[in-house]
């Protein structure tokens, strides 16, 4: 089956700009999750999403982020303004239902400068 | 909510030689216990994971151990081989109730297996 896709792969913006990215799950699969990996550490929770429905968003910073997954299959994360701190990976995940394995994307690498 | 902690942060070893990571977990509802490998510019992949209900799984050269009890697990890599070497991640699900299946990861070792 093919893996969770992810686009851009690298993106370098400054600070106060404003950037998207995107994600297309494994096919079938239910959840998905957005992680933010920052230099040396391992993935931190974003946003859950169970179908077109947010199961958590407890860890966003949502005076900054956004995520949507219309119709229940890909998504978008956003942030608008961006900081130097949000420079780090942001991984794409998903699974078939919210007890099964989570597969992961290769991520987005993204430097504020 | 759950804190995992993982030792050490980096592993070098012979080829041939074993290979042990360890982690705590703080939760003791946590009952899902994976490892993911995550290889340079790649996203984490999942090599072996372990359930409560089990004190071990093994998987060829890869065996998991879990002690509920200590609240600990770790990863042990038998005859390593160079491409072993990565970041090796633990992580423990995270207890958010039912119908939310979260992770909670550690901050990963960087294994290097030395040819």
């Known amino acids: 089956e093919a893996g969770v896709a992810q686009s851009p792969r690298y993106k370098i913006i400054e600070k106060r700009q404003s950037v998207a990215f995107w994600c297309n799950p494994i096919?079938?699969?239910?959840?998905l999750y957005w992680y933010q990996q920052i230099l040396g550490q391992g993935p931190k929770l974003l946003i859950q999403f169970q179908n077109n429905g947010v199961v958590d968003d407890s860890q966003l910073p949502k005076d900054r982020f956004s995520a949507e997954r219309l119709k229940g299959v890909d998504s978008t994360l956003k942030i608008q303004p961006a900081k130097l701190e949000d420079s780090a990976v942001y991984l794409c995940a998903s699974s078939r239902n919210d007890r099964s394995p989570l597969h992961f994307g290769n991520g987005t690498r993204l430097t504020v400068t | 909510g759950e804190n995992v902690e993982q030792h050490p942060s980096t592993l070098s070893v012979q080829e041939g030689d074993s290979a042990v990571i360890k982690c705590t977990y703080s939760?003791?509802?946590?009952?899902?216990f994976p490892w993911y490998k995550q290889e340079l510019g790649k996203g984490p992949q999942l090599i072996i994971d372990?359930?409560?209900?089990?004190g071990e799984k093994k998987d060829q050269r890869i065996a998991v151990t879990l002690n509920k009890t200590a609240k600990h697990f770790s990863l042990h890599i038998t005859e390593t081989q160079p491409e072993d070497s990565a970041v090796y991640f633990c992580?423990?699900?995270?207890?958010?109730?039912?119908?939310?299946?979260?992770?909670?990861f550690g901050k990963g070792t960087k294994l290097s297996v030395i040819p």
């Open positions: 939760d003791s509802a946590s009952n899902y």
């Open positions: 096919s079938g699969h239910a959840t």
């Open positions: 372990i359930r409560s209900n089990v």
């Open positions: 992580a423990a699900e995270g207890g958010k109730g039912a119908g939310s299946y979260q992770l909670t």
